[in-house]
């Protein structure tokens, strides 16, 4: 029966008017991850080709069709370039086909506000997760100056910002508002899946849940670095967390090529 649910993506409801949830539950639902560090070498991800296989092999394992990693670009620690992402991914892509690993993998890149990229917005083409929206972050602990005139700034520019990990950043947590202004202003939102099992603690938790309910968010990603995010997100499909992500639109699905 379950398989067929897969097959046919016709959603079963319980008595409760939630989705059956298959006993070997993963994450094929969502067709694509949109948040990741697997490009070896360049960030704080993945080191080595070997553990960027390992963890391009646990995604598809879980069901993802299609990868799309967003290596940092962040000037003062990792300084990564349009041809740097390119090449490394490149190298990536011959890796998993000689693995045979079922997956589609791009790049583009998680890009952190700083001065280095406010100017990149007007002198170079940034590398979008989807026709013209551009995954962005910044400090956990403060809000950048500016902020809201960086979005506008790259409006203009004809990008469309997703803001990675809102339930991240501390400084938003008693303003609530700012989650609702960011969307207003054309933002969308990007939740880590691994705040919703309180892998970045308890308030993170309480904040995601809370985004999720007032259905602000857009789009999920592992934002995975390393094998124990596969290893958490594993452990995820099946329990009352996944639950959640199973009856929620996020526009993943789209992503898929
Ligand atoms: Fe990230």
């Not at 499909?237 to 996020?250: E, Q």
Request: proline share 5%; hydrophobic share 40%; net charge negative.
């Amino acid at each position: 029966m379950f398989s067929r649910f897969f097959k046919r993506g016709k959603k079963e409801e319980d008595e409760y008017g939630s989705q059956v949830i298959p006993a070997n539950a993963n994450w094929g639902f969502l067709g694509a991850d949109m948040h990741s560090h697997l490009v070896p070498g360049i960030d704080d991800g993945a080191k080595t080709m070997q553990e960027s296989i390992t963890l391009v092999r646990n995604l598809a394992d879980m069901g993802f069709k299609t990868i799309i990693t967003t290596p940092h670009t962040m000037i003062d620690f990792y300084p990564n370039t349009t041809q740097s992402i390119q090449n490394g991914l490149n190298d990536l892509q011959h890796a998993v086909n000689e693995q045979k690993i079922p997956v589609s993998i791009k790049a583009a890149s998680e890009y952190y506000i700083d001065e280095h990229f406010i100017q990149l917005i007007d002198t170079t083409p940034l590398l979008t997760i989807y026709n013209n929206e551009v995954l962005v972050e910044f400090s956990m602990l403060y809000e950048p100056p500016m902020l809201f005139d960086v979005i506008y700034k790259m409006q203009v520019a004809g990008y469309k910002p997703v803001i990675a990990h809102p339930e991240r950043y501390l400084f938003f947590h008693k303003q609530f508002r700012k989650y609702s202004e960011l969307k207003d202003r054309g933002c969308l939102l990007q939740l880590n899946m691994l705040s919703v099992c309180g892998y970045y603690g308890r308030n993170i938790k309480a904040i995601a849940d809370e985004l999720l309910s007032k259905n602000l968010y857009d789009y999920c990603g592992s934002d995975m670095h390393h094998e124990k995010h596969a290893a958490a997100l594993k452990a995820m499909a099946g329990t009352k967390d996944y639950h959640i992500f199973a009856n929620y639109p996020f526009l993943n699905p789209r992503l898929c090529f």
